[in-house]
């Protein structure tokens, strides 16, 4: 089993659509956990932290639960430049385990 | 902003040359990492440091090797490419603790001939 897995999608949904998308992780003691944007050709860029609370940036709502082991985000009201592959980061000790990643593309 | 930049956006070589990809972090950032990533496989760790003269191996070591003579700077060293080199290579930085998030270069994709 993968240490961080991701459903590889592409997601394909009208824009205006509210989508979501998780990645689950295999190590309980996991510490801290981000989702990242990639452009195509692009590096991966932050797009948010996940807290144990859950957080939400402006369309972007991030959680994490812990029992089940996963994290999850949503994205409300998509725009076309919300078309990206969404990457999962998990560290656990020193080290930092990224998903694969998850594609999107949001449709006129 | 923290800055991170990569020293090619492309690069093209031989197979048997050596080649030198270097990165630069403005941000006094202690941790620095070396990853390549390819289609279908994400980002695979080929190095890291967590300080000046350190390094440690992460994934996918064999082939490369590394080098951090100064606190902004990691270079990651092809000492004889290969055809499986062909990839994107990425260094990232983060500021103490591996907790804490990661910041990206643009990347280097490098072609081997």
């Known amino acids: 089993r993968k240490e961080v897995e991701q459903d590889p999608g592409p997601f394909n949904v009208p824009e205006g659509a509210t989508v979501a998308f998780n990645c689950t992780y295999s190590?309980?003691?996991?510490?801290?956990f981000f989702w990242y944007r990639q452009d195509c050709r692009k590096e991966p860029k932050l797009l948010m932290s996940?807290?144990?609370s859950g957080n939400e940036d402006g369309r972007f709502t991030a959680q994490l639960n812990r029992a089940s082991q996963y994290i999850s985000l949503l994205i409300r009201d998509s725009k076309l430049s919300d078309s990206a592959t969404y990457l999962c980061?998990?560290?656990?000790?020193?080290?930092?385990?990224f998903g694969s990643g998850t594609r999107l593309s949001i449709r006129p | 902003d923290v800055k991170v930049t990569q020293s090619s956006r492309y690069l093209v070589k031989r197979t048997g040359e050596k080649v030198f990809l270097e990165c630069v972090q403005d941000?006094?950032?202690?941790?620095m990492f070396w990853y390549r990533q390819d289609p279908g496989l994400g980002l695979r760790l080929i190095y890291f440091s967590y300080d000046v003269k350190m390094k440690e191996k992460g994934d996918i070591p064999e082939g490369y090797s590394v080098s951090r003579e100064k606190k902004e700077r990691f270079s990651l060293i092809l000492e004889s490419a290969s055809t499986n080199q062909t990839s994107m290579y990425l260094c990232?930085?983060?500021?103490?603790?591996?907790?804490?998030?990661?910041?990206f270069g643009p990347g280097t994709r490098l072609l081997v001939l």
């Open positions: 190590n309980s003691a996991s510490q801290s």
């Open positions: 990232a930085s983060t500021l103490g603790d591996t907790g804490r998030a990661q910041y």
């Open positions: 941000m006094d950032h202690e941790n």
């Open positions: 980061v998990v560290t656990l000790s020193a080290k930092i385990i």
């Open positions: 996940v807290y144990s």
